[in-house]
């Protein structure tokens, strides 16, 4: 029988420490806030693959059962009580109501469970009739979650560029979503299973932070890990 | 042989006469097994008249004027052989007088010429097949080909094991089914199984006699291996050392072929030669980065006689005839035996004269390589690739346009793509599910009904959907996948300090060039490597370019080798076994080679043929574990990939290897040669064939090679597009998309027919598995372990590697965990 790893690490969850508020970032691309029993998410694109079959791609249609598997894998570990999407939670305008009817009943038994919270983003700029509250900003306890970070205000929480880091160590290097902030502007992964992320280094974040005071958290297996800045590499 | 006899009409033979010269004997074979009715493969070297052997059964169908429509259908690999062909053609037509129209048409042809051939087409039409492709698929395909009597396939052997030989094996299947009476005529070089060949093209029309006609006659070609005053390098590929003397061949020659393996070997030897170049000889650079009129300038210039040299990749192992090259060197491992002979043939292409080459060996290992070329060279002994099995991306691909052209029935496209050899043996259940692919994704959940690119009718009609389907299928089309490619442009450098990107780079330098994307993956800035023939260092990057600057170091830091395109034969490896266990033969090795060996025999033991020989020893820190498989880089990765899982199972806490051609070396922290002796760690068990299982399947789930490998099935098979209508989507995109399909896809359906597709490929491809199982096989209980005190001489060459070559591997969680270990070090004020 295989044994296991030769080192045995310990699980643990870092914690990230946001304009004075303490975060965990879980592994999934999910920020758990302990406090507040509260699980924030970004960019979910559900129905994604779907919305490229009716263009004539047919990609398998299974990214939105991903995604909600995630989802209530995340909610039953953290025992939350509350879910915020910040934005881009449907690929299209018309995807809520386009979910196989075996999702859509995943969906609304999360809506009844959990309060829940849908930021609109620019892929879903209209309110939905899913379960829960759609709202186009949401402040909270001095944050500002919302779908598309901007520069110039403290406490923004956001999404929508899908963060990434690229690692070097040792000759060789590993690109993963991850968390990026400032203690000013905090930008979520993506979390839907269909999406695909952009290194923090290309030009679709310049400007946006303070890069003296950038703290990274890589998503790993089975946890996240902090990684010092001066290691990573474009690309 | 056929005994029959060629009638030629008399302005043909007029023609000869008159110039003092007579048809040869394998050009009037072709036609009189032509003129018997048959179709027929002609295996002949390069060269020496295979042109008009192909076309003089046209020639002579044609003399009298009145044919009227296509006649004739060439097919080649190149583009700018059918242009070429179109311009050797015209020239004995317009000497005969004959009226026969001859034109090419490629990617290149205006859009109005292209639409007016299918309407009012040429005699004879010079195309390629992803051409053809594109012309049966549209629905008066039937007024196109119904007249058509001949179809030329030329460089069959460099067609028949790609993807895009089961492309043309479907088109041709569908050309015989337009036009019953046509036959076919294959050229191709000399490969290990004619036989196969001759199948190939017997398949779409079996009822149909096939002749096998051999070219007969030529000198053997002269092969030689470069013997060195300099001192052998015992790793490396950029055989520096024979720099100076290849210099003094090339002047000795009229004009000189130098092959390397990769682009990287190509730019240093091209630096090479320019840094000692006296005489400011005109020695140009070939290769597939530089950007096409770069390509065709060197192209000019060779053809016209200007050039001394060229140094160059596999991009010129097909072409235009060069007739003035007198010799070929290839500098580098030959890798096979066919190959070689293949490009020593694009040497003096006068069939009396034989063709010279050079062999420049790059490492110790490499003259071995060289010595077993050389004997097989000798013996004639083929090793060529044989035609396999065609995939489901490429049908995926052909179905689709199938429907475009007109409905079908299922009935019918079944049986008739089994007529096209790669499908002969397609069952009826795989035929179906690709069919179901195309029309709406295939998949177990049936969510895209609504969405159906193809509909079937009440009469039991497969049509699409939409003319947009149609429309997609055209900018799709054809097999061969760009690696998502990034610009190289050179910029000022901006006095990096060890840091960060900060800012914008400042834009505007010069485009270089083009370089594969994942190159870059591996570099940190300040970084230098060779590029365009200069050494530069990398700024940075952004969105799909790459910033380089002009560098004043002498040596670039990165060799960038990323391994050859192909592996080392089976058949040459074997031999370079052979000539290690036969201490006999080593007296024909240079002698620093046979001292090599030598001394290996003495401090260790040598590899056997039929048994593995494995060896530990410590080294530094680490412990290491050596093997010499001999199975290509290819084999060797994915044997280095599964053996690290299984050792870190068996807590022997690896760190790392490094894949060569020839060896590969695992090292870590554990200490091998003790766990072995003890019992604790068993070589029979960590080199069973059952890593083939679980392993591999458990590493298939995240392997980058593997994904690499389901995107060009995807693509090829139409799930992803490689362009939208107007725009076209940058190779990053599809890259990043396609990595998401696959996770999505072999998560929840692993039996996918794409899966499986890709599955096909990777086995024969990146992951080279089918080796691998091999090998595994063979060595079974002959595991020969040798522990040492120190390294061995034959493990030193690839302990050199390390550093050198990317070492291998995938994804590392322990390198984040590392890297937050080092975070927190820096923050407790321990560094």
């Given at each position: 029988?295989?044994s296991?790893?030769?080192i045995?690490?310990?699980?643990?969850?870092?914690?990230?420490?946001?304009?004075?508020?303490?975060?965990?970032p879980?592994?999934?691309?999910?920020?758990?806030?302990?406090?507040?029993?509260?699980?924030?998410?970004?960019?979910?694109h559900?129905?994604?693959?779907?919305?490229?079959?009716?263009?004539?791609?047919?990609?398998?249609?299974?990214?939105t059962?991903?995604?909600?598997?995630?989802l209530?894998?995340?909610?039953?570990?953290?025992?939350?009580?509350?879910l915020?999407?910040?934005?881009?939670s449907?690929?299209?305008p018309?995807?809520?109501?386009?979910?196989t009817?075996?999702?859509r009943?995943?969906?609304?038994?999360?809506?009844?469970?959990?309060?829940c919270?849908?930021?609109?983003?620019?892929?879903?700029?209209?309110?939905?009739?899913?379960?829960?509250?759609?709202?186009p900003?949401?402040?909270?306890?001095?944050l500002?979650?919302?779908?598309?970070?901007?520069?110039?205000?403290?406490?923004?929480?956001?999404?929508?560029?899908?963060p990434?880091?690229?690692?070097?160590m040792?000759?060789?290097?590993?690109?993963?979503p991850?968390?990026v902030?400032?203690?000013?502007?905090?930008?979520?992964?993506?979390y839907?299973?269909?999406?695909?992320?952009l290194?923090?280094?290309s030009?679709?974040?310049?400007?946006?932070?303070n890069?003296?005071?950038?703290?990274?958290?890589?998503l790993?297996?089975?946890?996240?890990?902090?990684?010092p800045?001066?290691?990573?590499?474009?690309? | 042989?056929?005994?029959?006899s060629?009638?030629?009409?008399?302005v043909?033979?007029d023609?000869?006469?008159?110039?003092?010269?007579?048809?040869?004997?394998?050009?009037?074979?072709?036609?009189a097994?032509?003129?018997?009715?048959?179709?027929?493969?002609?295996?002949?070297?390069?060269?020496?008249?295979?042109?008009?052997?192909?076309f003089?059964?046209?020639?002579?169908d044609?003399?009298?004027?009145?044919?009227?429509?296509l006649?004739?259908?060439?097919?080649?690999?190149?583009k700018?052989?059918?242009?070429?062909?179109?311009?050797?053609?015209s020239?004995?037509?317009?000497?005969m007088?004959?009226?026969?129209?001859?034109?090419?048409?490629?990617?290149?042809?205006?859009?109005?010429?292209?639409?007016?051939?299918?309407?009012?087409p040429?005699?004879?039409?010079?195309?390629?097949?992803?051409?053809?492709?594109?012309?049966i698929?549209h629905?008066?395909?039937?007024?196109m080909f119904?007249?058509?009597?001949?179809?030329?396939?030329?460089?069959?052997?460099?067609?028949?094991?790609s993807?895009?030989?089961?492309?043309?094996?479907?088109?041709?299947?569908?050309?015989?089914?337009?036009?019953?009476?046509?036959?076919?005529t294959?050229?191709s070089?000399?490969?290990?199984r004619?036989?196969?060949?001759?199948?190939w093209?017997?398949?779409?029309?079996?009822?149909?006699?096939?002749d096998?006609?051999?070219?007969?006659g030529?000198?053997?070609?002269e092969?030689?291996?470069?013997?060195?005053?300099?001192?052998?390098?015992?790793?490396?590929?950029?055989a520096?050392?024979?720099?100076?003397?290849?210099?003094?061949?090339i002047?000795?020659?009229?004009?000189?072929l130098?092959?390397?393996?990769?682009?990287?070997?190509?730019?240093?030897?091209?630096q090479?030669?320019?840094?000692?170049?006296?005489?400011?000889?005109?020695?140009?650079?070939?290769h597939?980065?530089?950007?096409?009129e770069?390509?065709?300038?060197?192209?000019?210039?060779?053809?016209t006689?200007?050039?001394?040299?060229?140094?160059?990749?596999?991009?010129?192992d097909?072409?235009i005839d060069?007739?003035?090259?007198d010799?070929?060197?290839?500098?580098g491992a030959?890798k096979?035996?066919?190959?070689?002979?293949?490009?020593?043939?694009?040497?003096?292409?006068?069939?009396d004269?034989?063709?010279?080459?050079?062999?420049?060996?790059?490492?110790?290992?490499?003259?071995?390589?060289c010595?077993?070329?050389v004997?097989?060279?000798?013996?004639?002994?083929?090793?060529?690739?044989?035609?396999?099995?065609?995939?489901?991306?490429v049908?995926?691909?052909?179905?689709?346009?199938?429907?475009?052209?007109?409905?079908?029935?299922?009935?019918?496209?079944?049986?008739?793509?089994?007529?096209?050899?790669?499908?002969?043996?397609?069952?009826?259940?795989?035929f179906?599910?690709?069919?179901d692919?195309?029309?709406t994704?295939?998949?177990?959940?049936?969510?895209?009904?609504?969405?159906?690119?193809?509909?079937l009718?009440?009469?039991?009609?497969w049509?699409?959907?939409?003319?947009?389907?149609?429309?997609?299928y055209?900018?799709?089309?054809?097999?061969?996948?760009?690696e998502?490619m990034?610009r190289?442009?050179l910029?000022?450098?901006?006095g990096?300090?060890?840091g960060?990107?900060?800012?914008?780079?400042?834009?505007?330098?010069?485009?270089?060039?083009e370089m594969?994307?994942?190159?870059?993956?591996?570099?940190?800035?300040?970084?230098?490597?060779?590029f365009?023939g200069?050494?530069?260092?990398f700024?940075?990057?952004k969105?799909?370019?790459?910033?380089?600057?002009?560098?004043?170091s002498?040596d670039?830091?990165?060799?960038?080798?990323?391994?050859?395109?192909?592996?080392?034969?089976?058949?040459?490896?074997?031999?370079?076994?052979?000539?290690m266990?036969?201490?006999?033969?080593?007296g024909?090795?240079?002698?620093?080679?046979?001292?090599?060996?030598r001394?290996?025999?003495?401090?260790?033991?040598?590899p056997?043929?039929?048994s593995?020989?494995?060896?530990?020893?410590?080294?530094?820190?680490?412990?290491?574990m050596?093997?010499y498989?001999?199975?290509?880089?290819?084999?060797?990765q994915t044997?280095g990939?599964?053996?690290t899982?299984?050792?870190?199972r068996?807590?022997?806490?690896?760190?790392?290897?490094?894949?060569?051609?020839y060896?590969?070396?695992?090292?870590?922290?554990?200490?091998?040669?003790?766990?072995i002796?003890?019992?604790?760690?068993?070589?029979?068990?960590?080199?069973?064939?059952d890593?083939?299982?679980?392993?591999?399947?458990a590493?298939?789930?995240?392997s980058?090679?593997?994904?690499?490998?389901?995107?060009?099935?995807a693509i090829?098979?139409?799930?992803?597009?490689?362009?939208?209508?107007?725009?076209?989507?940058?190779?990053?995109?599809?890259?990043?998309?396609?990595?998401?399909?696959?996770d999505?896809?072999?998560?929840?359906?692993?039996?996918?027919?794409?899966?499986?597709a890709?599955?096909?490929?990777?086995a024969?491809?990146?992951?080279?598995?089918?080796r691998?199982?091999?090998?595994?096989?063979?060595?079974?209980?002959?595991?020969?372990?040798?522990?040492?005190?120190?390294?061995?001489?034959?493990?030193?060459?690839i302990?050199?590697?390390?550093?050198?070559?990317?070492v291998f591997?995938?994804?590392?969680?322990?390198?984040?965990a590392?890297?937050?270990?080092?975070?927190?070090?820096?923050?407790?004020g321990?560094r």
């Amino acid at each position: 029988m295989p044994s296991p790893a030769a080192i045995p690490e310990p699980i643990e969850t870092p914690v990230l420490r946001f304009a004075a508020h303490n975060f965990e970032p879980l592994p999934s691309g999910a920020l758990y806030w302990r406090t507040r029993q509260t699980l924030l998410v970004a960019d979910l694109h559900f129905e994604k693959m779907a919305s490229f079959a009716r263009r004539g791609q047919m990609l398998p249609p299974y990214d939105t059962a991903m995604t909600l598997a995630r989802l209530e894998t995340d909610l039953r570990r953290t025992g939350a009580t509350r879910l915020i999407a910040l934005g881009d939670s449907f690929h299209r305008p018309d995807s809520a109501a386009l979910l196989t009817p075996a999702d859509r009943m995943r969906l609304d038994a999360i809506t009844e469970a959990v309060e829940c919270i849908w930021l609109s983003g620019n892929h879903d700029p209209m309110p939905h009739a899913i379960g829960g509250t759609c709202l186009p900003e949401l402040e909270l306890d001095g944050l500002v979650l919302t779908h598309e970070p901007r520069k110039g205000q403290t406490g923004l929480v956001a999404g929508h560029l899908h963060p990434a880091a690229r690692l070097a160590m040792d000759g060789r290097t590993t690109r993963k979503p991850c968390f990026v902030h400032d203690n000013r502007l905090l930008i979520l992964p993506a979390y839907g299973s269909s999406t695909g992320a952009l290194n923090i280094l290309s030009s679709a974040f310049f400007g946006l932070f303070n890069w003296s005071a950038l703290e990274v958290v890589m998503l790993g297996r089975d946890r996240t890990y902090p990684v010092p800045v001066k290691r990573l590499v474009g690309g | 042989m056929p005994i029959l006899s060629a009638h030629l009409p008399s302005v043909i033979t007029d023609w000869f006469t008159k110039r003092g010269w007579a048809p040869r004997q394998h050009q009037l074979d072709v036609l009189a097994s032509y003129q018997s009715g048959a179709s027929q493969l002609l295996i002949a070297p390069t060269g020496a008249g295979k042109t008009l052997a192909g076309f003089l059964p046209t020639l002579t169908d044609l003399a009298d004027g009145r044919f009227q429509g296509l006649h004739t259908l060439y097919i080649s690999p190149l583009k700018a052989l059918a242009v070429d062909v179109e311009r050797n053609l015209s020239t004995p037509i317009s000497q005969m007088g004959l009226p026969i129209t001859v034109e090419a048409r490629t990617g290149d042809t205006p859009a109005s010429k292209r639409a007016r051939q299918r309407v009012r087409p040429p005699h004879v039409l010079l195309t390629t097949p992803e051409q053809l492709a594109l012309l049966i698929s549209h629905p008066q395909a039937e007024l196109m080909f119904g007249s058509l009597r001949r179809v030329v396939l030329d460089e069959l052997h460099a067609l028949v094991t790609s993807k895009r030989g089961d492309l043309l094996a479907l088109g041709l299947a569908r050309l015989v089914k337009l036009a019953p009476d046509v036959q076919i005529t294959a050229l191709s070089a000399t490969v290990a199984r004619p036989d196969l060949l001759r199948d190939w093209i017997a398949q779409p029309h079996p009822d149909r006699q096939t002749d096998l006609l051999h070219m007969t006659g030529g000198a053997p070609p002269e092969l030689r291996i470069l013997e060195t005053e300099e001192r052998l390098p015992w790793a490396g590929h950029s055989a520096v050392y024979a720099h100076r003397e290849l210099y003094q061949t090339i002047q000795r020659h009229r004009t000189t072929l130098l092959f390397v393996n990769t682009r990287s070997q190509a730019e240093m030897l091209f630096q090479g030669l320019w840094d000692i170049n006296e005489a400011m000889l005109p020695i140009a650079l070939h290769h597939g980065s530089l950007s096409v009129e770069q390509r065709r300038k060197v192209e000019a210039a060779m053809t016209t006689g200007k050039l001394k040299a060229v140094v160059c990749t596999s991009t010129l192992d097909l072409g235009i005839d060069w007739g003035d090259v007198d010799l070929v060197v290839q500098v580098g491992a030959p890798k096979g035996s066919s190959r070689m002979l293949q490009r020593i043939g694009r040497a003096n292409h006068r069939l009396d004269d034989p063709s010279r080459a050079l062999l420049v060996p790059s490492n110790r290992f490499e003259v071995l390589e060289c010595e077993a070329a050389v004997e097989a060279v000798a013996e004639g002994h083929q090793d060529s690739e044989d035609p396999h099995p065609g995939g489901y991306d490429v049908l995926a691909q052909h179905v689709l346009g199938m429907a475009c052209a007109d409905p079908f029935r299922a009935d019918d496209l079944y049986a008739e793509v089994t007529r096209a050899w790669p499908y002969r043996d397609l069952t009826r259940q795989k035929f179906d599910r690709v069919l179901d692919f195309v029309a709406t994704g295939g998949y177990a959940l049936r969510a895209y009904e609504r969405y159906a690119r193809l509909k079937l009718t009440p009469d039991g009609l497969w049509r699409i959907a939409n003319p947009q389907v149609a429309q997609q299928y055209r900018l799709n089309i054809g097999t061969i996948i760009e690696e998502p490619m990034v610009r190289v442009r050179l910029v000022r450098a901006r006095g990096l300090k060890q840091g960060r990107t900060t800012g914008p780079i400042g834009m505007g330098g010069r485009v270089l060039g083009e370089m594969e994307e994942y190159f870059f993956g591996t570099l940190s800035l300040g970084d230098t490597f060779m590029f365009g023939g200069e050494i530069v260092a990398f700024e940075g990057m952004k969105d799909n370019e790459a910033f380089v600057s002009r560098a004043f170091s002498k040596d670039p830091k990165i060799p960038s080798y990323m391994g050859g395109k192909f592996p080392l034969s089976t058949y040459l490896a074997e031999r370079v076994r052979r000539i290690m266990d036969s201490p006999g033969e080593w007296g024909k090795l240079p002698d620093q080679v046979a001292d090599w060996l030598r001394l290996q025999r003495d401090l260790s033991v040598m590899p056997a043929r039929d048994s593995l020989l494995v060896e530990t020893f410590p080294r530094g820190s680490n412990n290491f574990m050596v093997c010499y498989p001999f199975e290509g880089r290819l084999a060797h990765q994915t044997l280095g990939m599964l053996l690290t899982r299984r050792l870190e199972r068996m807590r022997a806490r690896p760190l790392g290897f490094v894949a060569s051609e020839y060896a590969l070396a695992i090292w870590g922290l554990g200490d091998l040669s003790a766990l072995i002796r003890t019992g604790r760690l068993s070589l029979d068990e960590l080199f069973s064939e059952d890593m083939l299982g679980d392993d591999l399947e458990a590493w298939l789930d995240e392997s980058a090679l593997m994904k690499r490998t389901f995107r060009n099935c995807a693509i090829i098979s139409g799930l992803i597009e490689r362009r939208h209508p107007g725009k076209e989507k940058s190779g990053r995109q599809i890259t990043m998309s396609s990595d998401i399909i696959y996770d999505v896809l072999y998560q929840h359906e692993p039996d996918h027919i794409l899966i499986e597709a890709t599955r096909h490929d990777a086995a024969r491809g990146l992951l080279d598995i089918e080796r691998l199982g091999q090998m595994l096989s063979r060595i079974r209980h002959h595991i020969v372990h040798k522990p040492l005190h120190q390294v061995s001489p034959l493990a030193v060459p690839i302990l050199l590697d390390i550093g050198k070559e990317p070492v291998f591997g995938e994804a590392r969680e322990s390198a984040m965990a590392d890297a937050a270990a080092e975070l927190i070090q820096e923050a407790m004020g321990e560094r």
